[in-house]
C-alpha cells in the first residue's frame, strides 16, 4: 500500500493514469489539407495545422509547478482588478475611461516586463460619451428618491426638470396612436410594467461534476442552471418593440417630451430584484452611438420595482410629478477604438514568428465598473503574461496578449484586429452572403487565441468551437488540473465574444468553461458587476490555467490543428437541392 500511495503521489505517474482514464491516448484521425491556393504549404508539412498530431503531448510537469506556485503565491490579479474596476471605473467604448484603460494596460504591461507594449486603432467608433450623474425623485404624490441610471448616449436635461408622468406601455401601434397629441411637457414611462419572477434558485452557483458531463456531450452550450438563455422569440420580440421605440421618439420628439424612463432589461437572464441595467438592449435607436442615429430626448433606466411604482401610480390616474437630473457629455462624433497589445517574443529561431495569443475585452456598461464583464477577463490575461515573465521563461514562440474594446457592440476591436492582421471574407453576391477568404501572412503563423469572458468564476475547462482534434490534446494538459478543478473539454461552440472572430476565418479561438456564479443572474451589465463580486482565489486559479495553456501551446513541436479551411462562398451550391432527385417529379413542377 506505501508503494502504491507513493507511486499515485508521482506526479508522471499521475499523468499517465489520467490520460488512461480520460481515454485520450488514441491515434488522431487525419484531416484533409486545405487548398493549395489559399494556404501555404507549411500547414502540410510535418508539424503543421492540417496534418496529423502526435498522439501524446510532452508536458513539462515541472512548468506546472512553477506556474502554479508563481500565481498562487505572489498573485496580482486581484490588485490588477481592483486598479482597472474601482481606479478606472466603467469603460464605455469611445469614453475617457476607455482611453485611460487602453493607457493604463499598456503602461502596466510594459511595466511587467513585456515587449512591444501599444495601443491599435481599429478604426472609427462613434460619439464619445460619458455619465456625470443622474439622479430623480417622485415630486408628489410624496417625496421620494428614484433609483436610476442615465442610459448610454442619452443626452443631456440641461439641469434638473419636472413633469407630470405618462405610462405608455408600448405593446403596439394602436396604443401609440392613441397617445399622439398627450407628449408635450411630460415624461414618459416608456414600456411595459415587468413582471418580477419568483426567486425559486440560487443566485450564484459552481457547475457540478454530473453538469460538466452533459456539456461535455452535444447540445446547446452554457447555462444549465438558472434563467434560461435568449431564445429566438425573445430577440424576436425585441426587434417589434424597437420598431415602436423608434416612432415613440419621433412622435416625442416632435411633441416636446421632457424625458423617457425605462424598466431595467437583461433579456429575462438577470433577476431584475434591485437592478440598473444599462446596455445596448434599453438603445432608443439602433447604432445608438452613431451621430445620426443620435436621440434627442433625455432617456435614463430605471430600477423595475420603483419603475413598477410609478406605472402602478399612473395607471391609478393619481396626480404624479417626478423631477429628474441627468447630466452626460459627449467628446465628439467621431472617436476611434484602440487595442492594447503587447507580447514575450519567441526565443525559438525556427518558431518564434509563430504567436500564442491571449485576451479579454476592456470595455465595459455604465452601470457599475465592469468587474466581471469583462474586467476579469482583462486581468486574468495580464496576470497570465505576468506569471510567465516572472518566471524569465523563454518560450519558442511568440506569446502575445490583446485586451479589445468595443466588445459590447459587436466584438469591433478582435474583428478589427483579426482583419488587420489575418484576414477576411471578399464581397459576394447575393447581399448577405461571404465570398472567398482572402488570407495574410500572418494567418498561417496563429498558432491559436484563448479567451475568458463569462464573469469570474474559476475555468473548469475549455470549449473546442468544434474543433475536434484540439479534445485530445486539451484533455492531455488538463489532466494534471483536475485538482484545481478543471477537468472538462467540450466541443460545442460558445458564442457571444472576441475568440468568434478567429474561429469565424478559420484559425483556432478558445473561449474558457468558467463557473459562472452570479454572472447571469446578478452582474451581467448591471449596476453589480464590481469588484465585490469577484474572488481572489477563482481570479489566481483561472490565470494560473491560462498561462499553463500559453506555456503548452507556445512549447508544442506541431502548430495547433485546425478546422477545414472556410468556404462560404461555397454554401450556395452546396445547399442547392440534388436536380432530378425525385423520379416521378415532374420538369419545372408542373
Do not use: C
Request: proline share 7%.
Amino acid at each position: 500500500m506505501n508503494r502504491l500511495r507513493e507511486l499515485f503521489h508521482n506526479n508522471a505517474f499521475r499523468l499517465i493514469l489520467a490520460l488512461l482514464m480520460h481515454g485520450v491516448m488514441y491515434p488522431q484521425s487525419k484531416i484533409a489539407a486545405a487548398s493549395a491556393a489559399r494556404v501555404s504549404k507549411e500547414a502540410t508539412q510535418p508539424g503543421g495545422y492540417y496534418r496529423p498530431q502526435p498522439t501524446l503531448e510532452a508536458l513539462d510537469l515541472y512548468m506546472y509547478e512553477r506556474i502554479r506556485t508563481e500565481g498562487m503565491t505572489h498573485g496580482k490579479a486581484m490588485a490588477f482588478a481592483s486598479a482597472l474596476a474601482d481606479g478606472i471605473g466603467p469603460r464605455l467604448t469611445g469614453s475617457p475611461n476607455m482611453k485611460k484603460a487602453n493607457d493604463w494596460t499598456r503602461d502596466t504591461l510594459a511595466k511587467i516586463g513585456l515587449e512591444n507594449a501599444h495601443l491599435e486603432d481599429w478604426g472609427e467608433f462613434g460619439m464619445g460619451w460619458y455619465q456625470i450623474n443622474a439622479w430623480g425623485r417622485i415630486v408628489t404624490p410624496d417625496p421620494e428618491p428614484i433609483w436610476m441610471q442615465a442610459a448610454v448616449w442619452s443626452a443631456a436635461t440641461k439641469g434638473p426638470v419636472t413633469g407630470e408622468i405618462l405610462y405608455l406601455p408600448l405593446r403596439d401601434n394602436t396604443e401609440l396612436d392613441a397617445a399622439k397629441g398627450t407628449f408635450k411637457g411630460k415624461i414618459v414611462l416608456l414600456g411595459e410594467a415587468p413582471s418580477l419572477t419568483e426567486l425559486d434558485q440560487p443566485l450564484s452557483f459552481r457547475y457540478k461534476d454530473e453538469e460538466l458531463r452533459v456539456l461535455e456531450g452535444p447540445g446547446t452550450p452554457r447555462r444549465l442552471t438558472g434563467p434560461p438563455p435568449v431564445d429566438a422569440a425573445s430577440r424576436i420580440e425585441r426587434r417589434r418593440v424597437a420598431v415602436l421605440r423608434q416612432r415613440a421618439v419621433e412622435m416625442m420628439r416632435d411633441e416636446g417630451a421632457v424625458a423617457v424612463l425605462l424598466p431595467s432589461h437583461e433579456e429575462g437572464r438577470n433577476v431584475r430584484t434591485g437592478l440598473l441595467l444599462d446596455d445596448n438592449g434599453v438603445e432608443l435607436s439602433r447604432e445608438a452611438q452613431l451621430r445620426r442615429n443620435a436621440v434627442p430626448i433625455p432617456y435614463a433606466v430605471v430600477m423595475t420595482e420603483h419603475y413598477n411604482r410609478l406605472a402602478r401610480l399612473a395607471q391609478a390616474h393619481v396626480p404624479l410629478r417626478v423631477e429628474l437630473n441627468i447630466q452626460t457629455a459627449f467628446t465628439g462624433d467621431h472617436e476611434h477604438g484602440f487595442n492594447t497589445i503587447a507580447e514575450i517574443p519567441g526565443a525559438d529561431p525556427k518558431l518564434k514568428n509563430e504567436v500564442v495569443m491571449v485576451g479579454g475585452h476592456l470595455d465595459s456598461w455604465p452601470a457599475g465598473t465592469g468587474a466581471t464583464d469583462n474586467g476579469a477577463g482583462a486581468v486574468i490575461a495580464m496576470e497570465a503574461v505576468r506569471i510567465l515573465r516572472a518566471l524569465n521563461v523563454k518560450p519558442k514562440r511568440t506569446i502575445r496578449i490583446a485586451l479589445w474594446s468595443g466588445e459590447e457592440q459587436g466584438e469591433f476591436g478582435s474583428k478589427g484586429y483579426v482583419a488587420e492582421h489575418f484576414g477576411g471574407f471578399a464581397p459576394s453576391s447575393p447581399p448577405g452572403a461571404s465570398g472567398s477568404l482572402i488570407t495574410k501572412k500572418e494567418w498561417d503563423q496563429l498558432d491559436a487565441y484563448y479567451n475568458f469572458d463569462e464573469g469570474g468564476g474559476k475555468i473548469r475547462g475549455i470549449y473546442t468551437q468544434g474543433n475536434y482534434q484540439v479534445e485530445g490534446i486539451f484533455s492531455q494538459w488538463i489532466a494534471p488540473l483536475a485538482d484545481l478543478g478543471v477537468t472538462s473539454v467540450t466541443n460545442r461552440n460558445d458564442p457571444g465574444s472576441d475568440h468568434e472572430s478567429f474561429d469565424d476565418i478559420g484559425l483556432p479561438g478558445f473561449n474558457f468553461l468558467q463557473d459562472e456564479m452570479d454572472y447571469e443572474t446578478r452582474t451581467h451589465h448591471s449596476n453589480l458587476d464590481t469588484v465585490d463580486h469577484l474572488r481572489a482565489a477563482d481570479l489566481e486559479q483561472a490565470a494560473v490555467v491560462e498561462a499553463i495553456f500559453l506555456w503548452n501551446t507556445s512549447e508544442r513541436e506541431a502548430i495547433m490543428p485546425r478546422k477545414p479551411f472556410p468556404h462560404p462562398e461555397d454554401d450556395q451550391r452546396m445547399k442547392a437541392p440534388i436536380p432530378g432527385l425525385f423520379p416521378n417529379a415532374t420538369p419545372g413542377g408542373h
